[in-house]
């Protein structure tokens, strides 16, 4: 039988603090230490277009946050794109938290399952209003809302079209500016 040691949040905080952490490109899921996969050039491209473009739209009502942690119920993932409520000077002494989150997206190729999985319910056990997953290998967006225990109520696939954040329903996001590559 394996067992799988859980480290808190706290745990985990000292752990990255000690520096120990410095060169190893890992996220805290439901207490366990996860290895993140490298980006390819594809993704990081499209993260760095949709952060500009999300910026854009949303200026001075948000915090557009690149690949960087958010503090969760047992888990600090670093989803690749987290919009978040101003002011930015709140994240000099701790990551957003989940009341701070509009919206999360991960970019995925190689990680589909994980972040459609595993991430998608964690997001949704936290009760983040709105999760999307920018599936470059099949060139769509899934968008979650409404989330519950297990997941999201609410899921629906895009090639095309706008997409109007739950928080912003008079911002029109094309879908099409999500999917570059």
Known sequence: MKTVFKWSLLDW???????????????????????????GVEHSYTNHTVVEYLRELLTASVVVRQALPVTLNNS????DIAVVRLPSTKYATHHPYAEDIYWLVEISKTTLSKDLNEKQKIYSQNGIGEYWVIDLSEKKVWVFTQPQENGYAT???????????????????????????
């Open 76 to 79: 600090e993932p670093q989803p």
């Open 155 to 181: 899921s629906v696939e895009l090639t095309t079209g706008i997409i109007n954040p739950v928080a912003f329903p008079n911002v029109a996001i094309a879908v099409e500016r999500l999917l570059i590559v």
């Open 13 to 39: 905080h000292r752990l990255v603090n000690s520096g120990v952490l410095a060169d190893k490109s890992v996220e805290l899921l439901e207490g366990e230490i996860i290895e993140m996969s490298p980006e």
